[in-house]
């Protein structure tokens, strides 16, 4: 089993820097327009004589009400009926998409995201998944990994039973906090009981997998009130647990301006926070998967990573990494080969896109030779915490210390602090470093000079 992590105070304070969370390699930030609609078309022909399996992740962006803490590419509105014309112009991407896949190609994950997806009724619901089953090979025997994120304000027990009946079996509930005044601080009134509720539903309705996701920083919380709300969410038994640092970028996302920012806690508060937060999930038997993410020993991400099999990709931790990753809908990103491209993330121009018959792809990359290189050391850095130099230098054809020379005085930097240990054959992020294994692999990233790190949030 891989040792517990271990709180080191200077460390973090040496090397909390800002950086990229590296769901990809190259990240979003080098994206540019030079990408189109034919490179998609190429990268989706290669998938299909390859028969790749594949992972869907469908953006559903509305939300009734807007939480000023929020950064997702999302729409504020109560008029319902502004889903119909998206979701017309959803189904018209799916068609175009699907028409150059193989029909046998399975699809192994499928997550909906937003925004909140159950803004949707359950007519629109069915009417989506009908459309998807209709043009892509869903698994019908519960094996898949068809996940949803849940506002609980949003459902209730017919709508997690219509999502189980529909074929989803994970569950993704957003809380954040529990304290009412942390909570009017950034719009979001939402009850233990309607989170409890919802919980209840999904254990009983046999969804496969329950996560919860808090996020420590926000206006008003304290170290004694966020441990009240990890207490009650431990008592809630999930099994994963996302904990997020907020990101405080009112610059970059208008909803943010709302928070006042003389209530945020102050650096040595959120660190004692993150500090007591992994005291109580560790004493409560969580493991430590990396990048905020906690897991029941007997979860999948659990099991994967002891056996060096974890992989990350734009949905996160991941045991579908294999998988083509499709994002349908407005901003989402597809992964497919050496190919990532994203859609338009302005609602009218994707849905114009489409309405002429076109996809909304608006940018993207083809990854290089040194990309797929770099993008496999900072694979296996934030999966496993440890990398086999061979494993590279067969896959590649390269001889490591000599590819990565340049770098070998910074990271023997870390080694002498304690953050990994370094020789001839390997890299491995020690208990005290894996917390900030992001800074292990910013040493891996060739474009992170290019940009001003104040837009990526810190590492702690």
Request: proline share 4%; hydrophobic share 40%; net charge negative.
């Amino acid at each position: 089993m891989l040792d517990a992590i271990r709180w080191d105070t200077d460390l973090i304070r040496r090397y909390d820097l800002a950086g990229p969370r590296y769901t990809s390699y190259p990240t979003a930030m080098q994206f540019d327009g030079q990408v189109g609609t034919f490179d998609l078309f190429h990268a989706l022909r290669d998938s299909r004589k390859a028969l790749r399996p594949l992972s869907l992740y469908v953006h559903v962006p509305f939300c009734a009400n807007i939480c000023y803490y929020c950064a997702c590419n999302k729409v504020i509105t109560k008029d319902r009926g502004r889903a119909l014309p998206y979701l017309q112009r959803l189904e018209q991407e799916i068609q175009l998409i699907a028409c150059h896949l193989d029909p046998t190609q399975k699809v192994e994950q499928l997550h909906f995201g937003g925004g909140t997806p159950t803004f949707l009724s359950h007519d629109e619901l069915r009417q989506l998944m009908a459309q998807l089953r209709k043009h892509f090979n869903l698994l019908d025997d519960d094996s898949g990994d068809y996940g949803i994120e849940i506002d609980p304000r949003e459902a209730d027990w017919s709508t997690m039973g219509l999502l189980r009946e529909l074929g989803f079996n994970r569950v993704s509930i957003g809380l954040q906090d529990l304290d009412p005044a942390v909570q009017r601080a950034v719009n979001r009134l939402q009850s233990l009981e309607e989170t409890r509720a919802v919980i209840d539903a999904a254990r009983t309705l046999q969804f496969r997998s329950i996560n919860i996701d808090l996020i420590y920083g926000l206006p008003k919380q304290t170290p004694e009130n966020f441990a009240r709300t990890v207490d009650e969410v431990i008592a809630l038994q999930p099994d994963r647990l996302s904990v997020f640092n907020y990101a405080h970028l009112p610059e970059r996302f208008l909803p943010q301006r709302r928070i006042n920012s003389n209530e945020l806690p102050t650096p040595a508060q959120k660190l004692e926070m993150l500090q007591r937060t992994i005291e109580q999930l560790t004493a409560a038997g969580y493991r430590y998967i990396g990048m905020d993410h906690f897991a029941l020993p007997d979860d999948e991400l659990a099991i994967a990573q002891e056996e060096s099999t974890l992989q990350r990709n734009f949905q996160g931790y991941t045991t579908h990494g294999h998988c083509d990753l499709i994002g349908l809908g407005v901003s989402a990103i597809s992964q497919i080969g050496d190919l990532y491209c994203q859609n338009n993330s302005d609602l009218s121009q994707y849905q114009n896109a489409l309405a002429s018959a076109q996809l909304a792809t608006s940018r993207g990359l083809v990854c290089n030779a040194d990309d797929r290189v770099r993008r496999a050391v900072i694979q296996q850095l934030i999966c496993t915490f440890n990398l086999e130099f061979s494993a590279i230098e067969q896959a590649f054809n390269i001889d490591f210390r000599g590819y990565f020379g340049e770098l070998w005085p910074q990271l023997q930097t870390m080694a002498d602090d304690g953050l990994i240990t370094l020789d001839n054959e390997r890299i491995t992020v020690l208990p005290a470093g894996r917390l900030l294994v992001r800074s292990v692999c910013m040493v891996f990233d060739a474009y992170l000079q290019q940009h001003n790190n104040q837009r990526f949030s810190r590492v702690i």
